[in-house]
């Protein structure tokens, strides 16, 4: 019996987002009681944008989210609800769930739609019908000494 099963995505592998006639689901274990699950952002955008390129995109700035990245993220959250199920509810529980991000703005957006992809609110949760009937906020940790490493100031071995 299998008590963890630790799951990594990344919502680059083609798996996630092709259309292929060949692909096979990947199912859990029936006794899995943990799944551990990480990714980094979604597509985005360079960080530095030609001036003169006649292109009209990067609206969003550089380094930041695209519309293709939020629909990648969208896709994982559905596909992360298809292959755990029932082991996490359908509406957030604090209890059941801890999600972190880096304080990279492309991160925090990345996670909130993955999250909006992962839970579709019903019942109690379900709190604005008329606006937001697919969508309901959950927390998230900012933890960057954990997850950028790099990002943080005054340590001298991160850059090494």
């Known amino acids: 019996m299998r008590l963890l099963e630790f799951a990594v995505l990344w919502n680059s592998v083609v798996l996630i987002t092709s259309k292929t006639k060949n692909r096979q689901p990947i199912t859990r274990d029936p006794h899995t009681k943990l799944v551990l699950w990480g990714t980094r952002h979604g597509n985005r955008n360079p960080e530095r944008i030609l001036v003169m390129n006649p292109a009209r995109w990067g609206f969003e700035g550089s380094t930041e989210l695209t519309s293709f ?4 993220a969208l896709g994982l959250g559905r596909e992360l609800r298809r292959f755990i199920g029932d082991l996490v509810d359908g509406n957030y529980l604090p209890k059941q769930a801890k999600y972190y991000s880096s304080s990279a703005n492309r991160c925090q957006m990345t996670l909130q739609v993955v999250l909006a992809g992962f839970y579709n609110p019903t019942s109690w949760a379900d709190w604005e019908k008329s606006q937001f009937d ?5 927390p998230y940790t900012i933890d960057d000494p954990l997850l950028r ?3 943080v100031k005054d340590c001298p071995v991160s850059d090494q």
């Open 69 to 72: 990245g939020k629909r990648q």
């Open 134 to 138: 697919f969508w309901s906020p959950v």
């Open 149 to 151: 490493m790099y990002s």
